[in-house]
Each structure stands twice: as structure tokens, then as C-alpha cells.
């Protein structure tokens, strides 16, 4: 469906910028795993609301690792 295709356009966009982030760390080895880790394990999920929740929680997350390693 159009709004499944969506929603993984977006995923894609956050994974990317995801990995950027990661990449200005020191410890950039072990977070990338632990990015790849949680998407591999989150993507059998069909729920699109369960995914939904996921997708903004990862995003706080996301957003807590920055303003504590501050990059």
C-alpha cells in the first residue's frame, strides 16, 4: 500500500541519518552494530501502529544519544 511504502521511505531516511550520527563517534563500531541489531529485529513487526510507536521511539532515543555525546 502506499502508506506502507511511505512509512519505509522514512524508515530508510532515519536509518541513514542514523548512521551518519554514529559515524562522528569514537565508538561508532559498537553502536552501528547496536543500530543494525534493533532494525533487523524491529522489521518483522506488521502492526503499522506497533511500527509507528517503534519508529518514534527510536527517534527520542536518537535524539537523547545526540544531546548526551553531544554531536
Known amino acids: ?3 506502507e511504502f511511505v512509512f519505509r521511505q522514512r524508515i530508510r531516511l532515519i536509518y541513514r541519518d ?3 550520527i554514529v559515524y ?3 565508538e561508532k563500531d559498537e553502536l ?3 543500530v543494525r541489531d534493533e532494525f533487523r ?3 518483522l513487526e506488521t502492526d503499522i501502529n ?3 510507536y517503534l ?3 527510536g527517534i527520542s532515543r536518537i535524539n537523547d544519544m545526540i544531546r548526551v555525546m553531544g554531536i
Open 50 to 52: 506497533h511500527r509507528r
Open 32 to 34: 552501528m552494530r547496536f
Open 1 to 3: 500500500s502506499l502508506q
Open 41 to 43: 529485529m524491529n522489521s
Open 18 to 20: 542514523l548512521a551518519r
Open 24 to 26: 562522528r563517534s569514537h
Open 55 to 57: 519508529l518514534n521511539l
